[in-house]
């Protein structure tokens, strides 16, 4: 009995229904930040000639999506929609939809991205660059001597997306690279390749990366424990 009664009690006054806006974002978007504006248009409570009126009004309501921010992280501006007599006015909310990246899987603070090479290149290695979400690019090497298989994962720490409310940590970024087989061998190429592993036909010709870029990543092998 005595908590119905506090239940009801504690109960605030009624609001007017919330007004929901999807706000579309590009993984870019959301690794820099960005401060957006968005005009809505509500009822609001006026006095007129000493009488209450509703009037409906416009108004732009600024929301800055700080870097990191998760799909679906909500912004709520209280009391910035309809005002009612006899409500109070509810709140207007931003959601975040992230959009999908041409490159990147996001999950988390970590990114996800596919790399098609060549069965030479897995062999003798790779030498290619990424042009990262805020526009700057990197180099990304074996290490020497390494191999890589089919669909093997490897990380380069610190290159995934900033961190939400932690924007000065980044999370990871892990690359699945799909080797791309010679559809055929000559007997010559066999040979070789039994040889030496070299001389190989492949179908994909490996990237040529800007020697001048200095900044120069290993990768190393990921380890899911």
């Not at 504006?37 to 009822?43: A, C, L, P, S, Y």
């Not at 009126?53 to 108004?59: A, L, M, N, Q, Y």
């Not at 006899?86 to 992230?98: L, R, T």
């Not at 897995?122 to 030498?127: E, K, L, N, S």
């Amino acid at each position: 009995m005595f908590n119905t009664m506090f239940s009801k009690a504690s109960k605030g006054p009624k609001k007017t229904k919330s007004v929901i806006h999807p706000v579309k974002l590009t993984l870019e978007e959301l690794y820099i930040g960005k401060a957006i504006k968005i005009k809505v248009t509500r009822d609001r409570k006026k006095t007129v000639d000493d009488k209450k009126v509703i009037e409906r009004e416009k108004k732009v309501l600024e929301c800055k999506i700080s870097q990191g921010a998760p799909d679906g992280e909500k912004y709520v501006f209280h009391g910035e929609a309809d005002e009612h007599p006899d409500k109070e006015a509810g709140d207007v909310v931003f959601i975040v939809s992230e959009q999908k990246h041409a490159t990147f899987k996001r999950r988390g603070a970590d990114l996800l991205m596919n790399k098609e090479i060549s069965l030479l290149e897995a062999i003798t290695g790779v030498d290619f660059e990424i042009t990262h979400l805020d526009g700057t690019k990197f180099r990304v090497m074996s290490a020497g001597g390494e191999v890589i298989k089919p669909d093997q994962i490897m990380c380069i720490e610190e290159k995934g997306m900033p961190f939400h409310k932690k924007s000065w940590n980044f999370g990871n970024l892990f690359i699945m690279f799909k080797i791309i087989f010679p559809d055929k061998v000559s007997l010559e190429q066999k040979s070789i390749a039994k040889a030496c592993f070299m001389g190989m036909e492949h179908q994909k010709e490996p990237d040529m990366p800007d020697q001048n870029i200095r900044d120069v990543k290993t990768m190393v092998p990921f380890k899911d424990e």
